[in-house]
């Protein structure tokens, strides 16, 4: 297909139908709107992973979020698509590019729970929800006795559970979200703690928007260039590189965070952390490395070769299947609040 399909002049952006889907896409759309004074059409689409309620790991992880967004790209139905970043399988999709990262909203991991508990505050034994098999290994491995179990749902369905709402019952003490989502939506007053990426490292490219079009579609790809963030860009790069050298999914236990300074010789340094943690908690490898922003795929790569020669591929197929928590054996052992997962390692890649 040669050219865009675009109607009167009108883009249609291809997106999930949950509230922060659309509020995510109507954000990229009125940015679009605002550098281009081209309009946007919204036009809604029901995902694999929207449809099922089983658990992401379950769905196979990677892909069920995408691939009818790109399965309508590729039918020139929409002319673009909004993911959230850390959806996107990392192999490259025929026919498509990522024409725009828009600058990315706080990466961290929050914590909602009961009567404004921390993470450290929450006693052994507490029922702390999350649907991300990286924040359940990590969870796990800080040892402070929690019981970390699988949940499924939108945000606030995901809250709903802690406070009760409706006829969503308060089963749970506290649950793990994106800080993105919920800046997002507006709902921020809601965290009780901001995590440390000490204590749990992010998901790679989380935080991160990916804008994706026909690779053949010149005009669009001209009109989302001003989106473009190149920060964004290289961070989620040497993350998402760290991801397909470990040749793991987006729910496999892995973890990634690249941060961009300014370096002695006034050019940006590109700072890398990567883990990978055992799903039952019990083991876990962190790592880190530094490079030019030019060199962040090189980056990523060099870190997840470094974690594979220490073991992590054995580390992701560890505790494939949920185990209780080590730590729910001794009750009583004090945990610190700011507890660092094993094996965390400062290298550079320089």
């Known amino acids: 297909m040669t050219g ?3 109607r009167g002049g009108t883009l249609r952006l291809g997106t999930r139908a949950s509230r922060l889907a659309l509020t995510q896409s109507q954000h990229v759309a009125d940015a679009l709107t605002a550098a281009s004074g081209v309009p946007v059409e919204m036009v809604h689409v029901s995902t694999f992973g929207d449809r099922s309620q089983a658990a992401i790991s379950q769905l196979g992880g990677t892909g069920v979020f995408v691939t009818a967004l790109r399965d309508a790209l590729l039918a020139g139905e929409v002319d673009l698509a909004v993911h959230s970043f850390k959806d996107l399988p990392t192999a490259p999709a025929v026919g498509l590019t990522i024409a725009a990262v828009p600058p990315r ?26 649907g991300a098999p990286r924040r359940m290994a990590q969870l796990r491995a800080l040892g402070l006795g929690l019981d970390v179990v699988p949940i499924r749902g939108n945000v606030d369905t995901r809250m709903a559970r802690v406070t009760g709402h409706g006829d969503v019952a308060a089963d749970l003490d506290a649950v793990v979200l994106a800080r993105a989502g919920l800046s997002r939506l507006g709902r921020l007053a809601a965290v009780t703690e901001v995590l440390d990426p000490i204590q749990v490292l992010p998901a790679p490219a989380q935080g991160a928007l990916a804008v994706e079009c026909r690779t053949d579609d010149d005009r669009v790809r001209e009109l989302l260039a001003p989106l473009d963030d190149p920060a964004t860009r290289a961070c989620v790069a040497a993350e998402r590189a760290v991801l397909t050298a470990l040749e793991a999914g987006c729910s496999a236990p892995v973890a990634a965070y690249a941060e961009l300074a300014e370096g002695e010789d006034g050019a940006a340094e590109l700072y890398l952390r990567a883990s990978v943690t055992a799903l039952d908690g019990s083991d876990g490898l962190r790592g880190s490395a ?15 070769a470094e974690l594979l020669d220490r073991g992590a591929a054995a580390l992701m197929a560890a505790g494939s299947a949920p185990h209780p928590d080590p730590a729910l054996h001794h009750p009583h052992r004090p945990a610190p609040p700011a507890a660092t997962p094993p094996g965390d390692q400062n290298r550079s890649t320089r």
């Not at 530094?290 to 997840?304: E, I, M, N, W, Y």
């Open 4 to 6: 865009t399909s675009v």
């Open 105 to 130: 909203e706080d990466p961290r991991d929050v914590l909602v729970a009961r009567d404004g508990l921390t993470l450290g505050e929450l006693p052994p034994g507490a029922r702390v929800g999350t």
């Open 290 to 304: 530094s490079a030019p922003a030019a060199d962040a795929v090189q980056c990523g790569r060099a870190l997840a």
